[in-house]
Nanobody, 126 residues
């Protein structure tokens, strides 16, 4: 069974950068798409970005477009989220997730994803 493990979360100042990593193990990694979600303190989990495995098409939430970049390595074992120009409102627990089911378009709904990691904390101070 595929397991996902996130890393790279930290405390940074506003305007700073972080790169989150998601490592897959225990099976075929990737499936149809990989996504990043986040859950700010006291709020619902929300979509951040996703990448489709077949053609590397990407999708971003409007709140992060232009600041965050999702990518994967050529070996198809890691997915990354490069986060630049961080803001205090980016503070959240960040999760990666894998969609093995396949959809007509890159999914942004969390119920489209089948496997989830445990999360990594990102805190941005003002």
């Amino acid at each position: 069974q595929v397991r996902l493990v996130e890393s790279g979360g930290d405390l940074v100042q506003a305007g700073g950068s972080l790169r989150l990593s998601c490592a897959g193990s225990g099976g075929t990694f990737g499936g149809y798409a990989m996504g990043w979600f986040r859950q700010p303190p006291g709020k619902e989990r929300e979509f951040v970005a996703a990448i489709r495995w077949t053609d590397l098409a990407t999708k971003y939430a409007s709140s992060v477009k232009g600041r965050f970049t999702i990518s994967r390595d050529n070996a198809k074992t890691m997915v990354y989220l490069q986060m630049n120009s961080l803001k205090p409102e980016d503070t959240a627990l960040y999760y990666c997730a894998a969609d093995f089911s396949g959809h007509l378009s890159i999914p942004a709904a969390d119920d489209a994803y089948d496997v989830w990691g445990q999360g990594t904390q990102v805190s941005v101070s003002s």
